[in-house]
């Protein structure tokens, strides 16, 4: 007896043209009743080699699948930022320049709280074997304050996360210059593309993070507990300020309701006194009437 051989798609996590995404064949062949059934996987991917790494957890899978991340290109010139669901179609969000570590992060959270992102995806500019470089203990230098200012405006509900984005920038150089080929464009110039790589090298950060889900990403932690606990109070004070606020628009708007209110009240009273005096008139009229008669 023959099982029909049936088709499982991996997560598309990539999401470009030039991908596919992985497919494997399983086929069961059961033979006779005494023999032993052998179960052959055939695993084909886009590189055509096999992987010996067992698949994530379901769990896993699912909670990343609705995971809505910040991708950060940072750089100390420019910084690109990107935005993606679950992984799909990460989509550039803008090239920010001419901003100090200040006015980068207040930016960067504005985007987290617009977007409602729950994460932010770091990329960390490591050598090419791996270890750190002057640019990695910057953008680390810049993690730190970045999470600062985020527990302090978002509290401890958006986590931060350095990812390895060693040669992102030079593929998403490759991927501009693919796209005006096959457009039949002008190919960009280096001083062109400089302007167009971040926010594209953020999406590919973002890719990589969600088709890996995450593994061997290291999530940044506040070094300094007093920083912490200041951050903390921080947040406080600001949810009890939002709260203040909200709660004086909301008295605001009551009372505008209670003013629409009083001037409907007022113009149906107008209304009825109005009517009220027509009616009188005519009475008064048809008296007059009957008098002469």
Avoid at 44 to 57: K, L, R
Avoid at 185 to 214: F, Q
Wanted: a negative charge; charged letters at 30%; one cysteine or more.
């Amino acid at each position: 007896l023959y099982k029909p051989i049936s088709f499982a798609f991996a997560p598309p996590y990539r999401q470009q043209a030039t991908e596919a995404s992985h497919i494997h064949v399983y086929i069961t062949t059961c033979q006779s009743a005494n023999q032993d059934q052998e179960d052959d996987i055939i695993s084909v991917d886009d590189t055509s080699s096999s992987s010996s790494s067992s698949p994530q957890p379901a769990a896993s899978e699912e909670a990343f699948s609705t995971l809505r991340s910040i991708g950060v290109d940072y750089g100390l010139t420019r910084t690109g930022i990107a935005i993606s669901t679950g992984g799909y179609h990460p989509r550039p969000l803008a090239i920010l320049s001419n901003l100090n570590t200040t006015e980068l992060s207040t930016t960067i959270v504005n985007y987290v709280i617009s977007e409602q992102a729950t994460n932010i995806v770091l990329g960390l500019p490591l050598h090419k074997d791996g270890s750190d470089s002057e640019q990695s203990n910057i953008t680390r230098e810049f993690g730190q304050f970045l999470l600062q200012e985020v527990r302090k405006r978002c509290g401890t509900n958006i986590s931060i996360t350095l990812w390895d984005e060693r040669y992102t920038s030079k593929e998403a150089a490759s991927r501009i210059q693919a796209e005006a080929i096959a457009r039949k464009s002008r190919i960009p110039s280096a001083s062109e593309l400089e302007t167009e790589l971040d926010a594209d090298a953020a999406c590919i950060i973002l890719e990589d993070y969600y088709k890996e889900l995450g593994e061997d990403g290291e999530l940044i932690v506040l070094e300094n507990e007093a920083v912490e606990r200041e951050c903390a109070e921080i947040y406080v004070r600001n949810m009890e300020l939002q709260e203040e606020r909200r709660r004086s628009m909301m008295e605001e708007r009551e009372k505008g309701r209670n003013a629409r209110q009083e001037m409907i009240a007022r113009a149906k009273a107008l209304e009825e006194s109005a009517n009220n005096d027509g009616l009188n008139q005519q009475k008064k009229k048809k008296k007059k009437k009957k008098k002469k008669k």
